[in-house]
């Protein structure tokens, strides 16, 4: 099926664990949700991927990964989102953003979209690459394109999550 796809595609999951989120890239295997953070991250090294924290210290999100687990984890994280379009408030992203200073790590522009309208408004270029090392590499010159969502969005994910309580609606 990947063969058909016109462009690259990187397996990843958005991991829920007991400490919040993590994204596994380049996985041949789903990562149970609910574990500790740190059991997590091994799995995820175990099967070549690589460690990414998805919308880091954002303020608003009760899924937000927590600041003891990525200090816990810091050594093992190979990216961390310094920009998130939906971050609400300036200064979560710039946590971010200092976190990736203060620890070396590589950093990451997204629009982490909800709705059509919101892709492609952040987004990461960079040069080409093969499998998780390249990628590593390629994230180094990599540029981060980077416009704020509209606080809108949010309540167009909140109708979204209550119409799927109320009305058992589910997108097609």
Request: neutral net charge; proline residues 6%; glycine residues 6%.
């Amino acid at each position: 099926m990947l063969e058909a796809c016109p462009f690259k595609v990187i397996v990843g999951e958005e991991i829920r664990t007991a400490d919040g989120e993590i994204i596994g890239l380049f996985l041949k295997e789903e990562v149970p949700p609910r574990l500790p953070a740190d059991q997590t991250v091994k799995l995820i090294k175990e099967q070549g991927g690589l460690v990414s924290i998805p919308h880091a210290f954002d303020r608003l999100r009760r899924k937000s990964l927590t600041e003891e687990a990525a200090l816990r984890i810091a050594d093992r994280i190979d990216i961390i989102e310094t920009f998130n379009a939906r971050v609400t408030f300036a200064r979560d992203n710039e946590r971010a953003r200092r976190f990736a200073q203060d620890h070396t790590l590589l950093t990451a522009a997204v629009t982490d979209a909800h709705t059509p309208g919101e892709l492609g408004s952040s987004y990461v270029e960079m040069p080409d690459f093969e499998g998780p090392d390249e990628f590593l590499q390629s994230l180094k010159q990599a540029k981060l394109v980077t416009h704020t969502a509209s606080p809108f969005v949010h309540a167009l994910s909140y109708w979204a999550r209550l119409r799927r309580r109320v009305f058992g609606w589910k997108p097609v």
